[in-house]
């Protein structure tokens, strides 16, 4: 396919082919593949349906990065790198059902000193450190 395209744009630099037409083109097909993509179902196994702690409304999205609400107007997100240690999904269901996760060893600090927490929700549905 790249190949096809370089062809395209060496004969609209020769002049032979129209720009407008290849943008088009271009337009078309990525149209065609993203609606392709988006309809996609990719299935998780053992990913809990969790709601929201802020809207209470809706279930979770929770991917590899980040948990977050689908709804725009809640906006509530999570990262799910924390202090280089990645939230298990054991650590998140106890995240957002009992707003603390279990304690949480070999999270590094700004300064690289290793330390052990649990993470708390807050009440504002912010996250914070309870340390032993």
């Not at 065609?32 to 998780?44: A, D, H, K, R, Y």
């Not at 052990?116 to 914070?128: E, F, H, V």
Request: one cysteine or more; a positive charge.
């Amino acid at each position: 396919m790249t190949a096809e395209w370089e062809m395209a744009l060496d004969q609209i630099e020769k002049g032979s082919l129209n720009k407008d037409h290849f943008i088009n083109d271009i337009q078309i097909y990525t149209s065609e593949i993203t609606q392709e993509l988006l309809s996609l179902s990719v299935t998780q196994e053992n990913i809990p349906e969790l709601k929201c702690p802020k809207c209470q409304q809706h279930h979770l999205i929770i991917k590899d990065k980040f948990i977050k609400c689908p709804d725009e107007h809640c906006n509530w997100i999570l990262c799910r790198i924390v202090c280089g240690v990645q939230l298990s999904i054991n650590d998140i269901t106890s995240l957002i059902k009992k707003r603390k996760t279990p304690l949480i060893k070999s999270m590094k600090s700004k300064n690289g000193k290793k330390f052990q927490a649990y993470i708390i929700l807050k009440n504002d549905t912010t996250t914070g450190f309870q340390f032993d």
